[in-house]
Structure formats: structure tokens, C-alpha cells
């Protein structure tokens, strides 16, 4: 097994901030991935706003097959970062960039990357970041629509 880095991009016609509000909400994960269900790991009766530290279980709809992700870095409105803390694929860390598009939204930049993996699985993983951030894409720019 080799290591591999994967990135994926698109411009969302979205604000970053409404982009970045729906990475940080695992509630709305679920209609706009594949996920069967996000949720964020705090102590009963705790409601706050995502921080550094902070653990989300993700339980995939294939399967019911689940993980747990850190999440390792905020900066708000430009970039997420996170690492597999569980979970089949615990040697995987990833990134969400959020940068002002020329022309106005945002350029969404995913990276993921896997310390080791089949090379059957190479062209799976490239596809499904692509299919997620194509996906948050579309979220966002429906948040801005309904918005409208």
C-alpha cells in the first residue's frame, strides 16, 4: 500500500461564510452527503459553536459503516481542518480551503490525504472528494438562492 493526496475544487456562487457554516453543521451533512448521519461528539446539554479538539462521528449509508474525525484546525469563514481520530480509515487527515473567488463566491478546495491505500481504491477516493465538494457546492449555492 502507498500513500496518497487528493484534492478537488469548485466554485461556489456562495458566500465563504454560508460555505463554511454548512462544514461546520453536521446536521445538514446528510442532505447534501452520502452520510447517513454527522454528529458532533459534545457533553449532554452542551450547545457551542465547533472548536479545535472537538470529535464528529460520521455513520456512512452504505453499510452503517462509522468514523470519528478531530477536528485539528479553524479559521473561520476560510478553512477546516480535520484527521481520522477512528474508524476504517484511520490514516487519513484532510483540509477544506475557502478562498474569494475572482468574480465573486467562494473557491472551495479539498485536500485529502491517505498515508496508506490500495491502488483499486485510488480512483474511488479521487471521485468521492469530488462528488463532496461538488455537493457542498451545490448546498451553499441553494442556501443563497432560498435566501434570495
Excluded: F
Amino acid at each position: 500500500m502507498s500513500p496518497l493526496a487528493v484534492t478537488a475544487t469548485s466554485r461556489s456562487s456562495a458566500p465563504s461564510a454560508v460555505v463554511y457554516a454548512a462544514l461546520l453543521d453536521a446536521d445538514c451533512w446528510p442532505s447534501w452527503t452520502s452520510y447517513y448521519e454527522v454528529e458532533m461528539e459534545l457533553p449532554a446539554g452542551v450547545e457551542r459553536l465547533v472548536r479545535v479538539g472537538d470529535l464528529r462521528t460520521i455513520r456512512s449509508r452504505l453499510g452503517r459503516l462509522s468514523c470519528r474525525e478531530r477536528i485539528v484546525e479553524l479559521v473561520p469563514d476560510q478553512w477546516l481542518g480535520y484527521e481520522q481520530a477512528a474508524g476504517p480509515l484511520a490514516s487519513h487527515q484532510g483540509s477544506v480551503i475557502l478562498t474569494r473567488a475572482p468574480l465573486g463566491g467562494t473557491e472551495i478546495t479539498w485536500s485529502a490525504t491517505y498515508r496508506h491505500t490500495l491502488p483499486l481504491l485510488v480512483t474511488l477516493r479521487k471521485q468521492r472528494l469530488q462528488i463532496l465538494v461538488h455537493n457542498l457546492t451545490s448546498y451553499a449555492n441553494s442556501m443563497v438562492n432560498r435566501h434570495s
